[in-house]
């Protein structure tokens, strides 16, 4: 089973209340609050030695990626991010490393406006890590964007540039686009939104996928990051760039107005078989051919 | 440094906004909502292969304790558990495990009225697994209670009996005390609970430390679990009992109307040093040595 029909599947075992405005599947959970016009959003991410980072890695940098890919989730939705908890289960556990990790998770969380309210420290039977943060953030029902509302003839657009994140160190250095997520979340011509971690061709075929769309992307307009390859552009990962569903008509106007980083137009949701990349045949012949269809 | 020196440092590393009423240290942290008369109760717990269980042990069992410890530290603020999120770092990863574990946390969630908002899930570069599980629920303000506000005088009470969890297979058969959480949450006369998983004398000794008070304890009154000695009733731990602070002259009152399970009181809290065991050499006579005085 591939992860998408894994995440269906789980999917369709959690039933949610009526208070739950979006459950499980885009980059944060929203929820109802008890007499006030704002959602709650919630989002919890891992990071675990040896697959997200490699062992003997400065400590204050997994802090410092955990609590950005966080709010990362936090900003796909146009949110403000206001509250985590921390998890850390290790093997060895010391003092010293505790502290490190936990003085920069501090510094990354009050930069981005946020407390830690709780945590968990465990010991690890065997040599290791792991690593969660669970964030909380709030949005304004009318500002939350989804990644599953993209619609027909909305253009396909993105915050920054893409690929080569890990040569470059980008993986550890980027910035969580907050402001541009708050901005583009007031924005009524934008339609669905999410951010980049799992590469940006897939990533964005999750976008045309959950909206029940089909993709056309403009290989050559997909910005690339410092001497990207395609290849590298559209599927090297942890970029942690917006992208984002924008009507037709409109895109050109925000895209000229907008206050914060280069804005790019590489793309276009159709109807069609959902989650599909129709001119993949075209990218092929632009020398791609790392990805595999399979819907 | 032992852990009460540990989560005194890191609570002074973590400024609360000032929204936070209360924040680490507690059961919960509890945030006031914008608009609303209702507190958000946030909590994070985790549950590790080879520390809290055993590997072989069903992974069902493993599911429903890491949801009920979760739902038994809500009830120690007198709240009501709302939402979960759930991350899984596991090696191996199988497809099989994974939907027994959802299925299990998704059957314990929905029994006490709570939803699955949201999760992760990776792998475990070595062998071995870290189930995290961050709740959420709801408290009133005037319902919450806390374990640093103990009063002089106040008497030590719980709910059920202590000791033998482990041989006795209650770690993993209990039931957390939610409606008597919430019942006891009611009673102006219960000035500070928590839940005990750590042992009653080490978990009744922080409420007193907390509530910068000392204890007398009536080792004679603990009820004991099926046969447990005074020793395994003090320190066997993962009881998921609750233990409050009763203003003394009300607490006979609260025992014969309380409509739940049987309550006891044990103790008495003392002006004096915080966290100190007044008759530690009294319970020693008795033959309880496994408690080394460290404060």
Do not use: W
Not at 123 to 144: E, H, N, Q, R
Not at 241 to 269: H, N, Q, W
Not at 285 to 291: L, R, V
Request: glycine share 10%.
């Amino acid at each position: 089973m591939n992860e998408e029909a894994l995440v269906a599947r789980l999917k369709r075992l959690f039933p949610q209340s009526a208070d739950v405005v979006e459950g499980p599947g885009d980059d944060c959970a929203a929820i109802r609050l008890p007499g006030s016009d704002s959602l709650l959003l919630a989002a919890v991410d891992q990071v675990i030695e040896g697959i997200h980072y490699l062992p003997g890695e400065e400590i204050c940098r997994v802090a410092e990626k955990l609590v950005k890919r966080n709010v990362s989730d936090i900003a796909a939705m146009g949110g403000t991010p206001s509250h985590a908890m921390l998890t850390i289960a290790a093997n060895p556990l010391g003092e010293g490393t505790l502290f490190r990790f936990f003085e920069a998770a501090q510094t990354a969380c009050a930069r981005y406006g946020m407390c830690i309210i709780g945590g968990d420290v465990s010991a690890l039977p065997a040599p290791g890590a792991v690593f969660t943060l669970s964030i909380l953030g709030y949005v304004t029902l009318d500002c939350m964007k989804r990644r599953r509302t993209a619609q027909p003839g909305d253009l396909l657009c993105g915050t920054g540039s893409f690929g080569r994140s890990f040569p470059t160190g980008r993986h550890l250095r980027f910035e969580p686009r907050l402001e541009e997520g708050r901005y583009l979340g007031k924005q009524r011509c934008v339609h669905a939104m999410m951010d980049v971690s799992d590469g940006l061709l897939k990533d964005a075929l999750r976008m045309a996928s959950d909206s029940g769309l089909a993709l056309r992307l403009e290989a050559d307009s997909v910005p690339r990051y410092d001497g990207a390859s395609l290849e590298e552009a559209l599927t090297d990962g942890e970029d942690y760039e917006l992208i984002f569903a924008v009507a037709p008509g409109e895109a050109d106007a925000l895209m000229a107005e907008f206050p914060y980083t280069r804005l790019s137009k590489f793309g276009v949701f159709l109807e069609g078989t959902p989650g599909k990349l129709v001119n993949l045949p075209d990218l092929k012949k632009k020398g791609f051919d790392h990805f595999h269809e399979n819907n």
